[in-house]
Structures are given as C-alpha cells and as structure tokens.
C-alpha cells in the first residue's frame, strides 16, 4: 500500500474500524513475535490511526452541542463545553 492509497484508505475509515485496527497493531506489537521492519511497519500505521481517531473524536466533540431554554422560553443551543 503507497502512503496515498493508505492516507486516503484512512480518511473513508469509520472511528470503530480505526480504533479495531489500532487494537489489533497494538497486541501484535506487545507480543513481540513481528520481525523488525514490520514492526516498523505497523508502528507507522498505529499512529496514522491514532491520529485518524483524535481527529474523529475532535469533529464529534465540536458537533455536541447543550440545548438550553432562554429566559423567554425559546430554545437555543450552544457548544457543551461553553457553561
């Protein structure tokens, strides 16, 4: 896989088949039984996921917003972190 097919295979990837995948890479590494250069290999890819997931979490966590009711009665919404 080319580093563009692979940036691009990420980009359609949903955040439960990144993080599946993440999980995958991380047992086999802590198993210790890969030969170095794939190892590497896999290193290199767990991070792209890694950053892949962050950056999925970020978009959810921007799109989370807190209905409130002003004081005449209309509701509005704003960001949930914004109290």
Do not use: W
């Given at each position: ?16 088949d990144a ?33 892949h997931c ?24 704003q960001p949930?972190?914004?109290?």
């Amino acid at each position: 896989m080319t580093a563009a097919s692979a940036k691009k295979s990420l980009e359609t990837l949903s955040f439960e088949d990144a993080l599946s995948e993440l999980e995958t890479i991380v047992r086999s590494l802590e198993s210790g039984q890969a030969p170095l250069e794939q190892s590497i290999t896999a290193y290199e890819r767990g991070m792209a996921l890694k950053q892949h997931c962050e950056k999925r979490l970020n978009e959810a966590q921007a799109k989370i917003e807190k209905i409130t009711t002003a004081k005449d009665g209309t509701l509005k919404t704003q960001p949930l972190d914004g109290e």
